[in-house]
């Protein structure tokens, strides 16, 4: 199981947060969603993963992984690993 830590936007089509949430829904991935606080400064679960505090987060197999354009990427390079379409 996959955890997403996310901003608060209400909808998958106007964030980052969004575009990760899109494609682990596309790869058929299991997860789960953790809202993180607005404020930057009351994200301590998220730095105490990654060191920073912005999201969106992808902890998944035991790694924490930041940014949604590398998130994408290493979901696209999992589905092509494990021969799933996608």
């Known amino acids: 199981m996959a955890t997403l830590y996310r901003c608060s936007t209400p909808t998958d ?17 299991h ?10 400064s009351r994200r301590d ?4 993963l990654t060191g920073q505090r912005r999201v ?3 902890g998944i197999n ?3 992984i930041c940014d949604s354009h590398r998130i994408v ?8 690993q494990s021969g799933s379409p996608g």
């Not at 679960?45 to 105490?48: G, K, R, S, Y």
């Open 73 to 80: 990427e290493n979901l696209a390079h999992r589905r092509s």
């Open 13 to 29: 089509w106007l964030c980052p947060c969004g575009r990760v949430a899109r494609a682990l829904r596309k790869g058929d991935i």
């Open 31 to 40: 997860f789960h969603e953790v809202v993180v606080p607005q404020r930057r």
């Open 45 to 48: 679960e998220v730095e105490a």
């Open 62 to 64: 035991g790694e924490a």
């Open 56 to 58: 969106p987060v992808l």
